[in-house]
């Protein structure tokens, strides 16, 4: 019902930065947050920044001060600026659409892209 598609991963030198987009299409929920998750090699996945169709918006601790989320309502697309990076942001992303409807909560993901920081 809502395909995502995530975009701008690679390989960046600590310190540099990289910016994230995820595309979405298909059915639009009103309400609903967007947000990125990320996977790091035998950890879990965790939140590490959303907005919510209202605008409100929320961060891991771990990256408060150096990413940013942000959207473009008129494409459909979640940006997340990702400056200062750290090697422990090394991780697999994930673009995430919660939608909220009779109080039943549905996710739908993306196929996820790789973020790699060196030292």
């Known amino acids: 019902q809502v395909q995502l598609v995530e975009s701008g991963g690679g390989l960046v030198q600590a310190g540099g930065s990289l910016r994230l987009s995820c595309a979405a299409s298909?059915?639009?929920?009103?309400?609903?947050?967007i947000g990125w998750y990320r996977q790091a090699p035998g950890k879990q996945r965790e939140l590490v920044a959303g907005?919510?169709?209202?605008?409100?918006?929320t961060y891991a601790e771990s990256v408060k001060g150096r990413f940013t989320i942000t959207k473009d309502a008129h494409n459909n697309t979640v940006y997340l600026q990702m400056s200062s990076l750290k090697p422990e942001d090394t991780a697999a992303y994930y673009c995430?659409?919660?939608?909220?409807?009779?109080?039943?909560?549905?996710?739908?993901w993306g196929q996820g892209t790789q973020v790699t920081v060196s030292q």
């Open positions: 907005i919510a169709s209202v605008g409100v918006t």
């Open positions: 995430n659409y919660k939608t909220f409807v009779d109080g039943t909560v549905t996710d739908f």
């Open positions: 298909g059915r639009h929920f009103s309400i609903n947050t």
